[in-house]
C-alpha cells in the first residue's frame, strides 16, 4: 500500500458526460501528479500541482482540468467524454516537487469507461 | 517530443533466471527511475538513480545510471514467478516526468 488513495475506483458513463477523479496524497507530500494510462499503453503525464499550485503541465486535453485544495487531495475533472478517453488514471504523489526529480508513489488508479 | 526507449518489448524467461532491460534516450538526464506495474495496479517504484555510474542494489535487483546520462539498465538476478509485470523507467526533464514504453516481463514456472 502506497498511501495514496484514489476513488473511486471503478467509473462507467457516456459520452458528452462530466466526471470527477479524487485523489489523496500521502500524508506529508506536497504534490499531487496526474497520470492516463490506456489499454497496454505507458503512462502519460497530464498535470502537478505543488501545494496547491500548478507546477507543470504535461499532455492534458483542454477538456480535463485539475485542482489541489488545501488539505492537499486532488481532483481531475474530465468534461465532455470521448470513447477515447477509457483509461486507466493514475494520482501519484511526492515530498518535493519544486524541480528536478523525486520519487513518486503511485495511487491504485482509477478505471474510467465511457460507453 | 522527449521519448524514453525501452528493450526488449516483452520477454519470456524459465524462472530462476536472470533478467536484463534498458532504457535510452537521445537526450541527457540527472535522474532514472524504476518502477513495476501489476495489472490493473499502479506502478511501484522500485529503485532511484541520481548519479552518473552509481549501481544500486535492492535486494534481487541491480540498476545502474549510465556515465552518459541517456541510459539505464535494471537487472534482476534468479527470477521468480512474482517478477511479472511491466517495468518501466523513468526521469524528468522540460516536458516533466516522462516514462518509457516498458518492458513486460512473463516469468515460466
Known amino acids: 500500500d502506497s498511501g495514496v488513495t484514489q476513488t473511486p475506483k471503478h467509473l462507467i458513463t457516456a459520452t458528452g458526460q462530466r466526471v470527477t477523479l479524487r485523489c489523496s496524497p500521502r500524508?506529508?507530500?506536497?504534490?499531487v501528479y496526474w497520470y492516463q494510462q490506456s489499454l497496454d499503453q505507458g503512462l502519460q503525464f497530464l498535470i502537478q500541482?505543488?501545494?496547491?499550485?500548478?507546477?507543470a503541465k504535461g499532455n492534458i486535453l483542454e477538456r480535463f482540468s485539475a485542482q489541489q485544495f488545501p488539505d492537499l487531495h486532488s481532483e481531475l475533472n474530465l468534461s465532455s467524454l470521448e470513447l477515447g478517453d477509457s483509461a486507466l488514471y493514475f494520482c501519484?504523489?511526492?515530498?518535493?516537487?519544486?524541480?528536478?526529480?523525486?520519487?513518486?508513489?503511485f495511487g491504485p488508479g482509477t478505471r474510467l469507461t465511457v460507453t | 517530443g522527449q521519448q524514453l526507449n525501452q528493450s526488449p518489448q516483452s520477454m519470456f524467461i524459465q524462472e530462476g533466471e536472470d533478467v536484463s532491460m534498458n532504457c535510452t534516450s537521445s537526450?541527457?538526464?540527472?535522474?532514472w527511475l524504476w518502477y513495476k506495474q501489476d495489472p490493473g495496479e499502479g506502478p511501484v517504484l522500485l529503485i532511484a538513480?541520481?548519479?552518473?555510474?552509481e549501481l544500486t542494489s535492492n535486494g534481487r535487483l541491480t540498476a545502474q545510471f549510465g556515465t552518459t546520462r541517456k541510459d539505464s539498465f535494471l537487472n534482476i538476478s534468479a527470477s521468480i514467478p512474482s517478477d511479472v509485470g511491466i517495468y518501466f523507467c523513468?526521469?524528468?526533464?522540460?516536458?516533466?516526468?516522462?516514462f518509457g514504453t516498458g518492458t513486460r516481463l512473463k516469468v515460466l514456472a
Open positions: 501519484a504523489s511526492s515530498v518535493g516537487g519544486d524541480g528536478g526529480s523525486y520519487e513518486q508513489y
Open positions: 500524508s506529508g507530500d506536497l504534490s
Open positions: 500541482y505543488y501545494n496547491g499550485e500548478e507546477r
Open positions: 537526450s541527457i538526464f540527472n535522474t
Open positions: 538513480l541520481y548519479k552518473a555510474g
Open positions: 523513468a526521469t524528468s526533464g522540460t516536458y516533466k516526468y516522462i
